[in-house]
């Protein structure tokens, strides 16, 4: 059974460092075809894509993040990290990673409960 | 850019939904997504390439369209359907979510 969990600060100050760990289980990025995807979601509004990374290491970003977000497996192999810099009381919402593979044209189809995270001095 | 309608749809049970996504721009290999989003839950997926239903999701939901439009389609609205409903883009980078459609019960 395909499981992730994201889990990270609940609080973080602006110009900070957001640093939010991806724990993977019943699957292995190694594996050609799969993926883990970034979303966010600030309070009431709609969903955002961020990112993805593939088991080739192989990576996109949101060009409007770019200068700001980098997604790296790591440090264990069942594990993802989203790191963003310079955050802003704009960045505060909930951050899910998710599975993807080949298979559904890499989209995110198991999430992870999301981790909610707040900007704020 | 990807424009859902309406905002939101109040049905009675049993009744038929339909909802829309139209693209900006004609949207690759037809990589058009919906995912339902309950409250206080993550999103779950439940249609990929247009109208192909993921693991698990009941046949009375329907994926149609091409090019730039496309419908999610609920025949027999059930009170477990509540929920908000967005279309995802995975044609081209960046990928990008709809602004999302919330189904409600009369």
């Known amino acids: 059974q395909i499981t992730l969990k994201e889990s990270g600060p609940t609080l973080v100050s602006p110009t900070e460092t957001l640093t939010v760990t991806c724990s993977l289980s019943?699957?292995?990025?190694?594996?050609?075809?799969?993926?883990v995807g970034w979303v966010r979601q600030p309070p009431g509004k709609a969903l955002e894509w961020l990112g993805l990374?593939?088991?080739?290491?192989?990576?996109r970003y949101s060009p409007s993040l770019k200068s700001r977000l980098t997604i790296t497996k790591g440090p264990s192999e069942s594990q993802v990290v989203l790191t963003l810099t310079n955050v802003d009381p704009a960045d505060t919402g909930t951050y899910y990673c998710?599975?993807?593979?080949?298979?559904?044209?890499?989209?995110?189809?198991?999430w992870g409960p999301g981790i909610s995270v707040s900007v704020s001095s | 850019v990807l424009t859902q309608s309406p905002a939101t749809l109040s049905l009675s049970p049993g009744e038929r939904a339909t909802l829309s996504c139209r693209a900006s721009?004609?949207?690759?290999?037809?990589?058009l997504a919906w995912f339902q989003q309950k409250p206080g839950q993550a999103p779950r997926l439940l249609m990929y390439?247009?109208?192909n239903r993921a693991t698990g999701i009941p046949d009375r939901f329907t994926g149609s369209g091409s090019g730039t439009e496309f419908t999610l389609t609920i025949s027999g609205l059930d009170p477990e359907d509540v929920a908000v409903y967005y279309c995802?883009?995975?044609?081209?980078?960046?990928?990008?979510f709809g602004q999302g459609t919330r189904v409600e019960i009369k």
């Open positions: 019943g699957f292995s990025l190694s594996t050609p075809k799969v993926g």
């Open positions: 390439r247009t109208s």
């Open positions: 995802h883009q995975a044609g081209t980078s960046p990928r990008t």
């Open positions: 998710a599975h993807t593979e080949g298979s559904v044209s890499y989209v995110p189809d198991v």
């Open positions: 721009q004609s949207v690759t290999s037809n990589y």
């Open positions: 990374i593939y088991w080739d290491d192989d990576k």
